[in-house]
């Protein structure tokens, strides 16, 4: 019994230092991959936060993937702040800036709390657009740095760092809240939970490690505009990874991360319009027939065709 | 004046608004589902009528009820075999469906079509008409006065067929319209049949006013939610009342803040109304 | 001695006064029953009480503190729970992990780490007879289940003062019995109930005192006895006495 509780704990310490050495075995185009894979699984992973685990699915979490962005982009070439100050402030400020918009935003429910994330970014990107620090519609241009290895352990870390907070919601007080929260929000009130605390908690710490991603990223492609940062695209592609591999689970962002990143890259290295495409297909037959996402269907089994039929007859008209 | 020619702007505006938020607010009242995809339908609306009028030099405006009739086909076909497999699931579920059909389509069209601008040009597209000081390109003055009439057609539709009634019905009581021998999913696929139809027909009268890309739906999706919620949800006066308002309000933004500012205000409206008066202009509070 | 007082609440909808002007007293360690037609504002009154919904006039007190105007969760950590009419089960937990967010939160002093509200959780499963259904999904319950489930939950929370929401809805005569037992045995463990029912055999056996609202407003209050023979009680449930009497 003792043993077993420490064999997660050990086995992924190895896959992390397995993962560690990485940098200087493959090749450049594979690093890109996977820097690239991290950088969705964070996301994910922080969507899952407010998304699966409290339950409001916000359809604009790339609004603090942006700002994360331009922070670090205007830190560095406006104030010409070094990495380490600079990325901090990438996470802090889109946090901040989550508490703030979350106030009223979260009293909002179901389709009417969507809309507003997803105006939330969409104004955002305008407003960006418009103004002269963020280098407004031609964009910034970030210092270069000379090893991809950086961004590999950046987003590595980041990647540990938001898997240790589910991780911890999954087994806290405040995760039990949030769970209670998203399955019957009346009667988590009642029960004593305060509800908007805890929705702005969460809300805020999605928002941190987003901006933290968008933060590398920014240094990462030394080059951003408004269309490069602001993408709805990318907002579906977290969504759908979450709901893939299993929305409000630990693992399951990671694993639709790994399997949908893996699978789009395999199926378009071309055309962008290719892989954007694939994206839209695979939400659709999800979203159809496996809503609960791959751990469910995997947990179920020979079941899961059961359970799919089930969830047709209850959903459809 | 130019105060006045900023008013008519807008107003003109503001009609092709109205249609688009109608679309959208009937599908969203009568069955619960926020359609991210009818930016995608006003775009394949668009690209139809300017391949009507590049191929067979069909006029736009009278090409425009076969662009109607198709894009009635195609949502019906959606709804029927798609959407309605997921419609009674988890509104986020919806949301997240309709997302990808969007994502789908659009891409689709880039495939297809590429990303390069086109625009429906007739030959009466520069002809203006003027009063005093005032310059109203034809143009507009019929795209507004379609938008009414289509208005007045179906609202006509809605309040006085046997049809309307057996939607209004299913809307507000799915179970009893159910009971009472109306056939449910087809009502529903009629119903986003005539959503995507007046998605359409904003969509072939768009092309001739602004240019149309793959891209042009992601912003005019948000922009019917905006007039939508603006007007008062469920509503249909209120999409027609919330789409002169954002007409309206863009042109008077564009004229007096610069080219680039409409988008974000009318972003930035949708984000506080829905903080501060989510019922809208004509909507009622629950 | 009062522990819980309401002072002239009234909850407005519109125009229409769905609780109007209740004044009453619920004294520590008893139990009180509060019964009324349907529509009689018997939901909204406790509502207005959990911080549910605002009261429109009026206040509540509850051990020295002002009750109204405090959001649900600050009432609910002060001591005061409730279970819903219409169950409200967190459908993706298990049983134990239903209760277990009772016990996690709830009255101040609670468990602050899940071992030990587990273990809290599954005294309360025993004690309201739902253990062996511990880890079962709580959407695959019976009836019956899913009512003490609900108890359970807001029996976890540590309430000084629990309002019971038409419990014995949909249970069968020897259900009843045992809900009744459960409600006296939970009264006996030190807390003070008010219980909203329709069962009048229930309401008679279990109550020290009865309340009867009607039309929003407090038509009599006093023991069973002398509430149930009132003709203005009767008058009120014409009919249901009678179906009542049939059954008893």
Redesign the interface.
């Known amino acids: 019994m003792g043993a077993r509780r420490w064999l997660t704990p050990v086995a992924a310490l190895g896959a992390l230092a397995v993962l560690g050495t990485a940098p200087g075995l493959v090749s450049p185009f594979i690093l890109q991959f996977i820097i690239n894979l991290f950088m969705l699984a964070v996301l994910a992973e922080s969507w899952n936060i407010i998304g699966g685990f409290t339950g409001y699915?916000s359809?604009g979490n790339v609004a603090f993937f942006g700002i994360g962005a331009y922070t670090m982009g205007i830190l560095m070439t406006k104030a010409g702040l070094p990495l380490w100050a600079a990325l901090p402030a990438a996470g802090l400020v889109p946090m901040v800036f989550a508490a703030v918009v979350g106030l009223?935003?979260l009293r909002?429910k179901?389709?009417?709390f969507?809309?507003?994330t997803?105006?939330?970014a969409?104004?955002m990107r305008?407003?960006v657009?418009?103004v002269e620090i963020t280098g407004a519609?031609t964009g910034l241009v970030m210092p270069i740095a000379r090893t991809p290895a950086l961004f590999f352990y950046l987003m590595l870390a980041t990647l540990v760092a938001v898997t240790l907070v589910n991780v911890w919601l999954s087994r806290s007080r405040f995760g039990y809240g949030l769970v209670a929260i998203r399955e019957d929000e009346d009667a988590a009130a009642a029960m004593g939970i305060d509800t908007a605390r805890y929705k702005t908690i969460a809300f805020a710490i999605s928002a941190a490690f987003a901006g933290l991603t968008g933060g590398v990223f920014a240094y990462w492609i030394t080059f951003i505009d408004p269309d490069a940062v602001f993408r709805?695209?990318v907002t579906?592609q977290m969504?759908?990874m979450a709901?893939f591999g299993g929305a409000g689970t630990v693992v399951g962002p990671l694993l639709g991360a790994l399997v949908l990143a893996s699978l789009s890259e395999v199926l378009s290295t071309q055309?962008v319009?290719?892989a954007?495409?694939f994206?839209?297909?695979?939400?659709?037959l999800v979203?159809?027939f496996m809503?609960k996402g791959l751990l469910e269907v995997l947990r179920a089994g020979r079941g899961s065709f059961r359970a799919m039929a089930r969830?047709?007859r209850?959903?459809?008209? | 004046m130019l105060l006045l020619q900023v008013l008519i702007n807008g107003l003109l505006l503001g009609g092709l608004y109205g249609i688009m938020a109608l679309g959208m607010s009937l599908i969203?009242g009568v069955m619960?589902i926020?359609n991210v995809a009818h930016g995608a339908l006003i775009m394949l609306g668009a690209y139809l009528a300017f391949w009507m009028f590049h191929l067979w030099g069909l006029d736009p405006f009278l090409s425009l009820p076969l662009t109607i009739a198709a894009l009635f086909v195609y949502g019906y076909c959606l709804q029927r075999w798609?959407l309605?497999?997921?419609?009674?699931?988890q509104?986020?579920?919806t949301?997240?469906?309709t997302?990808?059909?969007?994502?789908?389509?659009?891409?689709?069209a880039?495939?297809l079509w590429s990303s390069d601008l086109r625009q429906v040009t007739p030959a009466y597209a520069a002809a203006n008409f003027e009063i005093g000081q005032l310059t109203i390109p034809w143009v507009r003055l019929w795209v507004f006065a379609t938008t009414l009439v289509l208005s007045v057609v179906f609202l006509v539709v809605l309040e006085h067929t046997r049809l309307g009634r057996a939607i209004r019905a299913t809307s507000e009581e799915?179970r009893a319209a159910r009971l009472t021998g109306i056939p449910?999913?087809h009502i529903?696929a009629v119903t986003f049949g005539l959503g995507a139809a007046l998605a359409g027909a904003a969509g072939g009268l768009w092309g001739m006013l602004f240019p149309i890309t793959p891209m042009m739906g992601?912003?005019l999706t948000?922009k019917s939610?905006?007039v939508a919620?603006l007007g008062g949800l469920g509503t249909m006066m209120g999409a027609i009342v919330g789409g002169l308002a954002l007409g309206l309000t863009e042109s008077f933004a564009g004229t007096y803040l610069?080219p680039?500012?409409p988008?974000?205000i009318s972003?930035?409206l949708?984000?506080l109304i829905?903080?501060f008066r989510?019922t809208g202009i004509l909507g009622r509070r629950t | 001695m009062a522990i819980l007082t309401a002072r002239n609440v009234t909850k407005k909808f519109g125009g229409l006064a769905a609780v109007s002007d209740v004044t009453f007293d619920l004294h520590d360690g008893e139990i009180l029953g509060l019964i009324g037609p349907n529509g009689s504002g018997k939901t909204t009154l406790v509502n207005v009480v959990t911080g549910a919904l605002p009261a429109s006039a009026g206040e509540v007190r509850f051990d020295g503190h002002a009750l109204t105007g405090l959001p649900s969760h600050e009432i609910g950590r002060l001591g005061v729970s409730r279970t819903f009419q219409v169950v409200k089960p967190f459908r993706n937990l298990t049983v134990v992990q239903n209760v277990m967010v009772g016990a996690l939160f709830g009255a101040v002093g609670g468990a602050r780490d899940l071992k030990t509200a587990r273990r809290q959780a599954e005294e309360i499963l025993a004690f309201v007879a739902l253990d062996h259904r511990g880890d079962a999904p709580a959407d695959g319950l019976n009836v019956p289940e899913r009512k003490r489930m609900e108890l359970a939950r807001a029996l976890a929370m540590r309430p000084r003062v629990l309002l019971l929401d038409e419990v014995m809805a949909g249970l069968n005569p020897a259900e009843i019995d045992a809900a009744v037992d459960l409600i006296k045995r939970i009264r006996d463990r030190g807390v003070t109930l008010l219980v909203i029912e329709h069962v009048m055999k229930a309401i008679r056996n279990l109550s020290d005192r009865i309340l009867v609202l009607f039309h929003g407003q407090t038509l009599t209050e006093g023991a069973p006895a002398d509430v149930l023979n009132d003709s203005r009680v009767v008058a009120a449930y014409l009919g249901r006495r009678y179906a009542e009497a049939a059954r008893a």
């Open positions: 699915a359809f009223p935003i909002l179901g389709h009417y969507a809309i507003a997803l105006g939330v969409e104004t305008e407003i657009y418009n519609g709805v695209i579906i969504i759908i709901v055309l319009a290719l954007e495409l994206n839209g297909l695979i939400v659709i979203v159809l809503p969830n047709l209850e959903y459809r008209v | 969203w619960n926020v798609v309605n497999l997921v419609v009674r699931a509104l986020f579920l949301l997240l469906i997302f990808g059909v969007e994502v789908v389509m659009i891409n689709v880039r495939l799915l449910v999913a529903y992601g912003s948000l939610f905006v919620v610069g680039t500012y988008n974000a972003f930035g949708l984000v829905l903080i989510p």
